[in-house]
């Protein structure tokens, strides 16, 4: 596994399409004086409380899981010592749940087994802490920080639980060049959803985090609306390389009528899971095409994807990194890819209109990309908008229906949802 920082080559940040690495915008803000020296100015604050009902029925379990959970989170961005371009982010996030009704994946509760998980314990942590520094056209951000790229496949934020996934790191973002944004990152630990006493990954000694010595590598150049062009590299510690491309774009057609697709592919390659393969060399391949249309409203769409099984029976594609709940399905009975790898064709119906919200129902059907093995179907179903009167606050009603045939048990869930930000 690669170890050396490549700070020479990546990709795009905070302006790039998808792709994120800033917190919340901030809506209040004190300056003060300009006559005296301050460590901290131009202080502007941001926040988030978002209340959640998520209830799980799984068949393989005696009881249903219904929890109550609540993120809190505070942020604070401010100009530093009065140097141009150099600024400071610290964000606080808490988690409240009531534990005894469902199964959080924290190994010290005990007589959780007969509930289904729902991943959201109770916890309190610094989730973002960083400098930085912009000069001209560069961005340099050091510390912990949330990460997302492109449509967060391979690296995101896991923003749908309520305490998300950050990154300790270095970031280094360039858009010199006009239409081209470049990001290289180098990752020294992942601070995972779950908490300490959960489940840890590979040899980490905490479920909540694990050190790596990673690299993210990024390029996009945006060639016309109808063509921009992605390559990156993910450069993972005792995990894997994956390097791909993709093209994306959007074709409008008039005022009320565009169209835009995603085409991706990318291989896996060094993989290191010894103590699950025999032979961890081989590589595995991802495939991914997508098209979807607006017009006057409504929304539709399909995707074929394809988490490919390794070669010569050895370990699938995966994204460790990846805002999983975001693809193959809201149930989340893919967060792993099964050995035989994963292939999701799914269609997508809706509406979104102002003062009407966004309204979407998704179909997958899944089944194992070697082989023969039908993996089930999900209907998955959203309605969203914003609570009139409130400014910032939304609501949100979801649901999750996933039927089994050859793998997993089935499955609904449902979730009601409140999210203020100030």
Partial sequence: MKKALMLSLAASAAVMAGGDIAPATPVQTTAAPSSQFLIFDNIKVNGEIRPRWEYVDQDNKDETANALTNRLQLGMRADLFQVPGLSVYLEGTNVIANADFFDTTSNDLADKGPYPVVADPAQSRVTQ????????????????????????????????????????????????????????????????????????????????????????????????????????????????????????????????????????????????????????????????????????????????????????????????????HAHNGWADKFLTTPANGLVDMNVKLGYKAKGFGVAKVIYHDFSSDKGSTDYGTEWDVVYKNAIPGVKGLTGLLKGAFYSADDYSVDTTKFWAMLDYKF
């Fill in 129 to 324: 802490a960083y400098v930085d520094y912009k000069f001209g056209d560069t961005l340099i951000r050091a510390g912990r920080q949330g990460v997302n790229l492109d449509n967060q496949r391979f690296v995101g934020t896991v923003n749908w639980r309520q305490m998300p996934q950050t990154y300790d790191a270095v970031a280094v973002v360039n858009n010199s060049v006009e239409n081209l944004s470049l990001l290289a990152a180098y990752v020294w630990q992942v601070n995972r959803i779950f908490d300490k006493e959960s489940t840890p990954i590979l040899d980490s000694k905490r479920g909540d985090q694990f050190d790596t010595n990673s690299v993210l590598l990024h390029a996009s150049y945006t060639f016309m609306p109808e063509l921009k062009v992605t390559a990156y590299g993910y450069l993972l510690q005792d995990l894997h390389d994956t390097w791909g491309i993709a093209a994306t774009g959007k074709f409008r057609i008039d005022n009320n009528t565009n169209i835009n697709y995603r085409a991706e592919y990318a291989v896996q390659t060094d993989p290191t899971f010894d103590d699950v393969v025999a032979n961890p060399t081989a590589d595995a391949d991802y495939y991914n095409l997508e098209v979807g249309m607006f017009m006057n409203g409504f929304i539709a769409g399909a995707q074929y994807e394809v988490l490919g099984a390794g070669n010569d029976g050895n370990g699938p594609f995966s994204t460790p990194l990846a805002t999983l």
